[in-house]
Structures are given as C-alpha cells and as structure tokens.
C-alpha cells in the first residue's frame, strides 16, 4: 500500500480530507503529517486520527532555506513516503528539495492553474470580473504553482461574493479533488482529473 506523507502549515483542512480519504478507502496509508509550524492546528487532528506528526520550525533557519529543507527531509524519510502531498504548505520549496522528490510530490493551489499562481488567488480571480475560480491539484516542480496539471475542479463566481465567500466555495471543492487524486495518482494514474 503507498506511503503518504502529507505537509501543512495551518488548519490542515485539506489532509483532513486526505487522511479520512484514505483511511475509507484503504488504497493508501497516511505516514506522516509535518509542518513548518509547530503550533500548525493541523497537527493535533493529525495526531487525533492516530497519525505520526512532526513539526520543524522554519524560524530558527532565518534565510538558510536548505538547512530548514535538511531538517525537513530528515522528518520525511524517516517516515519513508512513496507519495509526499503539499496541502496548505506556505514555504517555497528549492529546486534542490523538489528534484530529491521529483514525480511523488503533488501540490494544491485555489485557482484554476496556469491562472493566477502565486497568493490571493480569489482576490486576483474577483478584481478580474472572472465568471468561474476553483482549484488545481499539480505535480510539484521547480517552477513554483507551475507542474503539470493532474486535476481541477471549478466553481462559479456568483454576484456579490467577496474573497472569504469564494475561497470557501473553493475549499469544499478543494477537499473534493484532492483525495479523488490522490486515489488516481496512487495507481500510477496521472491523467488529469476534471471535476465538473
Ligand atoms: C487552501 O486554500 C489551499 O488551497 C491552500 O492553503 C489553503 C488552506 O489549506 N494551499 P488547509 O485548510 O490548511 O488545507
């Protein structure tokens, strides 16, 4: 069975979704969630459903990001994963850690990829009178939000919303795609995955 290990940075909503995902359908196994931040919410859920966590400060390392990335990997291959899924992960990742997990690394991002990478995505998606926003599940490569596409789901900008009614909108889609996947990804599957 794949060894998932999952990387948050807050509330961890989405490897919630992952974790149950998991544990209901049996076709993979969550390993380890780890975060930057030790004071992550995520973490006691994590812990709550009974699996390993771990947490490596970012802040001690300052700028040294390959000696924060050390540390972490040193967490992660502890735990041996076949799958690592960023889910609510806010560092940006060296190319150099990236290519130590090149093709077992996916990512979530709110927007509907290659619009708008980067942060505030629902703001950019509402300040451009888009009609439609959602969320892309991504292989993660060094060109950051940019790897290839492996699944999106799609939501309607509705009239009056602001950035906290769309990106809820988007979250639930969010914890929809995500685990469906990671099901396809864990067979090997790399089709792109569009939910209507
Ligand atoms: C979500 O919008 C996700 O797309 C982004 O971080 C936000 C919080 O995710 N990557 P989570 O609730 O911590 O999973």
Redesign the pocket.
Known sequence: MKRVAIL??????????LVRDMVEGRYARPVLVVSNDPQ?K?LEKAADLGVTIAAVDHRPFGKNREAFETALAKEIDAANPDILC?????RILTPGFIRRYQGKML????SLLPKYPGLH?HARALAAGDSEAG?TVHEVTAELDAGPLIGQARVPVLPGDTEDTL?AR??TQ??RLYPQVLRRFATGDRTPLLLP
């Open positions: 948050i940075s807050g509330g961890g909503s989405n490897m919630l979704a992550a995520g960023l889910a609510g992960f806010m990512n979530i991002h709110p995505t969320c990106a988007v979250l969010e914890h």
